[in-house]
């Protein structure tokens, strides 16, 4: 692949030149810190006597075999990561991951910092230097280039990391407190002190492979930060700063002392579909659009979303409606204008689906298989769309006799981790449930669904020829006829309209309550009449709670941000995306619309509707699966008689 004109290759012959010093390191050195404190950290634990001390097994990780002798002190990074899976004799996949990442980005930092010598003068003046010939009028030059130097190495070791070790982030978050030890002396001792700082927040925090992890790429996000304002003020680093170099064989760019990201995942082949793709389903179409937007609202510094903070951010929502009425189409635009987003921005994506094949026999499996897929999508790292279809049959109904222990189990962590105690709403993610049997979904599961989608698919004679006209394509020569194409799909007023039907209750049980409470106490006008009109609706149907008015207000709020993020913000990142959190969060306060009357009825209606829709449902189900079964006995009972009266 050739490389851009405005790039560097960093050839990949001199980053594997590295390798020996960037093993070495990981092995052991010892360090005697300036800057932090030497806290007596735990050594991994020592074997009794007699035991084996190396592995079973030989590693086949490239560069990890050799073992040199040690000493009884010092930073051995290596020891260190194989004592994270609580002594296992064998090196997981995870750790050796994260031992070639760690030497995979020395080297690359090593690499980088021969280049700044090369192109600043710095490696002659280090010659002269050893040969004792350095003249005392280049003194302070030269320590400045080491310096420099020891910046740039410092900053792209942790990019390097962070980047790499990114795909084999989880859910598990850690505290490591400050890095003290950082150390710009020169370019070696720069490393051994970061190095040294990482081997004592993996022996505080990283106990456990998914807590290593963790402890690992937060060092190096907070070694960025510390390097990044240190270079604020030091001189000498045109040279770094002023080339991008680019490291092919892992797709990494490296821009001074710009964080790189990548997507946190497996690639993407979903079918993507374009808006107008999306035939009727007004409101659906529409609120995922404002999501996919409002996601890319969330600042990865602060790690929280504006429209969090405001409480315009749908979290979780349900789409439900009859088979093929679009809810996989609104799952491929939504995914497909989030990616496009994203990979204008450089912004790292996660998409995933939840599945019934992920339900397992073993007691216990299932649940994990849910708290991995709701861990990977919460990364805080990434933006993440998460989706359960047909979560009627993955997540079992309490007490329900036909669900199995696994689908009890996803319910479960699906409920905690949806509106749980320890749930945190940062606003770099969402997630979906679809289904075309919501009132099969568990109540209280369902009630923490923040959004309603109804999937209702094309409903007028327009909405069905513009459905025909685009799927026929255009291969034809059939006259169209009294018709513009998708007109009447236009966005705006078609969401208008279907926001207006909603003034008034749809459902007939809702209806009623409705016509009650007008007798009673007129049109519900004010915050009390509003209250009435929600008590009538809890004493006809007891499941609607204080759940259920959070999730009407949360709506109302969405409806309070019911404007469209200006394209060119989406095109042209620098505009709002690379925005400062505390600026984004204005530009947002500006374009919001007051809370009416109109939009809190609307809400109220539409989320009650749904509710008794799906009781109904059930209701109707219960009452046709009794009929079949009453059915079936009066046929029994006839065909017995029949025989007895034979016999």
């Known amino acids: 692949m050739s490389i851009p004109a405005d790039l560097m290759e960093l050839p990949e012959q001199e980053i594997r030149a590295h390798y020996p010093a960037a093993l070495a390191m990981l092995e052991g050195f010892d360090h005697t ?59 997981s996949v995870l750790q050796a991951g994260v031992l070639q990442g760690l030497r995979r980005a020395l080297a690359i930092a090593l690499a980088v910092g021969e280049a700044y010598a090369g192109q600043t003068g710095l490696a002659a003046l280090k010659r002269e230097n050893l040969e004792g010939r350095l003249p005392k009028e280049r003194a302070a030059e030269f320590s400045e280039l080491l310096a420099g130097e020891a910046l740039a190495v410092l900053y792209t070791f942790a990019n390097a990391t962070a980047f790499l070790l990114a795909p084999s982030a989880g859910g598990a978050e850690v505290e490591i407190g400050g890095l003290d030890e950082i150390l710009i002396d020169n370019a070696p001792l720069a490393l051994h002190g970061a190095l040294w700082e990482l081997d004592r927040k993996l022996a505080r925090h990283g106990d456990g492979e998914a807590r290593m992890v963790a402890t690992v790429l937060a060092f190096a996000e907070q070694l960025m930060e510390k390097v990044a304002l240190r270079a604020r003020t030091a001189p000498r680093l045109g040279a770094f700063t002023g080339v991008r170099y680019r490291v092919e064989a892992d797709d990494l760019t490296i821009d001074g002392f710009t964080p790189a990201r990548r997507t946190r995942g497996p690639a993407l082949t979903m079918s993507f579909k374009k808006p107008q793709e999306v035939i009727g389903n007004h409101i659906a179409k529409y609120q995922a659009m404002k999501l996919a937007r409002m996601l890319m609202a969330y600042d990865f510094e602060r790690k929280l979303n504006p429209f969090a903070e405001l409480g315009g951010f749908i979290f979780t929502f349900m789409g439900d409606g009859l088979p093929g009425t679009g809810k996989t189409l609104l799952i491929r635009m939504m995914a497909g204008l989030i990616h496009d987003y994203c990979q204008v921005a450089g912004y790292p994506f996660r998409y995933q689906n939840f599945s019934i094949d992920q339900i397992d026999s073993y007691q216990g499996k299932s649940g994990q298989n849910a708290r991995a897929f709701i861990d990977n999508v919460m990364d805080p790292g990434v933006i993440g769309f998460g989706t359960i279809d047909d979560i009627d049959q993955i997540a079992g109904k309490r007490g329900d006799r036909q669900s199995s222990a696994g689908q009890q189990e996803v319910t479960a962590v699906l409920m905690e981790a949806f509106s749980g105690a320890g749930t945190v709403v940062r606003g770099n993610c969402t997630f979906g449930m679809f289904s075309n ?90 915050i009390a009449g509003l209250g009435a009109y929600l008590k009538a609706i809890q004493q006809v149907d007891p499941r609607f709670t204080g759940r259920a008015i959070k999730n009407i207000t949360d709506a109302v709020k969405v409806r309070a941000m019911d404007f469209e993020l200006p394209d060119e913000w989406m095109e042209r990142p620098d505009l709002f995306l690379f925005r400062s959190y505390d600026e984004k969060l204005a530009m947002i306060r500006e374009l919001m619309r007051p809370i009416t009357l109109e939009m809190v009825i609307q809400e109220i209606n539409r989320y009650a509707d749904s509710e008794f829709r799906y009781a109904g449902q059930a209701d109707e189900a219960a009452i046709e699966a009794a009929v079949r079964e009453m059915e079936r006995m009066e046929e029994a009972r006839r065909r017995h008689a029949a025989r007895k009266a034979g016999g």
Do not use: K, M
């Not at 236009?490 to 009623?512: C, G, N, W, Y």
């Open 437 to 526: 049997y919501p009132e099969n979904v568990d109540d209280a599961l369902r009630q923490r669904a923040g959004a309603r989608f109804e999937v209702n698919g094309p409903q007028t004679r327009e909405d069905y020829t513009d459905i025909l006209y685009l799927l026929l394509g255009d291969n034809h020569e059939i006259l169209l006829g009294d018709h513009v194409p998708f007109a009447s799909q236009e966005i705006t007023r078609a969401v208008a309209r279907s926001f207006e039907a909603h003034d008034r209750p749809q459902e007939e049980a809702l209806v009623r309550v409705w016509e009650r409470v007008e007798q009673e106490h007129g049109r519900p006008d004010t």
């Open 33 to 91: 810190p300036r800057l932090a404190r030497a806290d007596e950290e735990p050594r991994p634990a020592e074997r009794s006597p007699g035991v084996v001390r190396s592995r079973r097994f030989r590693s086949t990780t490239p560069g990890l075999a050799a073992r040199s002798a040690r000493r009884p002190e010092g930073v051995r990074l290596i020891e260190r990561i194989e004592a994270a899976d609580g002594g296992d004799e064998l090196l």
